[in-house]
């Protein structure tokens, strides 16, 4: 009967070890927190950085489409009668700010530089801007 007892002492001191401790939960459940509030963090930069992309994207896609509208005119038709200096586009949700500037007889004579300058201000009302240029040759 002696053996009986003694068995039954061990399997009851080895379920008592099978499981975890309060403590080790604790632990386990703090570093677990730790890993999702650095993921959160992490997941808000992506957004705005995904949000500074589609501005930079629309910028330059502005800036694109008037280049290629001054260079469809020609050396002749690029006036600053024809394409004003200034206007305001909205695209995406933000209202960008346009300027071209048309400069004659440069870089030299029977050419024209033509620059496109697109700014905006982001959320955080920090500017931003996006300047293509090209040359037009008579």
């Known amino acids: 009967m002696a053996a009986r007892q003694?068995?039954?002492a061990r399997n009851k001191r080895s379920s008592?070890?099978?499981?975890f401790t309060l403590i080790e939960m604790l632990v386990a459940i703090l570093i677990l927190t730790i890993g999702l509030l650095g993921t959160a963090g992490l997941t808000t930069q992506i957004v705005h950085g995904n949000f500074f992309s589609k501005n930079i994207t629309?910028?330059?896609?502005?800036?694109q489409?008037?280049?290629?509208?001054?260079?469809?005119?020609g050396y002749a038709g690029a006036t600053t009668t024809t394409f004003p200096s200034a206007a305001?586009?909205?695209?995406?949700?933000?209202?960008?700010?346009?300027?071209?500037t048309i400069a004659d007889n440069s870089p030299a004579s029977n050419m024209k530089t033509i620059a496109v300058t697109v700014t905006w201000n982001e959320s955080?009302?920090?500017a931003r801007s996006v300047t293509l240029e090209t040359i037009l040759a008579q």
Do not use: D, H, P, Y
Request: aromatic share 8%; hydrophobic share 40%; net charge positive.
């Open 58 to 63: 629309s910028a330059t896609v502005i800036a």
């Open 65 to 73: 489409t008037q280049l290629e509208a001054v260079q469809n005119k």
């Open 6 to 8: 003694i068995t039954f």
């Open 88 to 100: 305001t586009v909205s695209m995406g949700g933000v209202s960008f700010s346009r300027t071209t």
């Open 16 to 19: 008592w070890r099978a499981g």
């Open 124 to 126: 955080n009302n920090v």
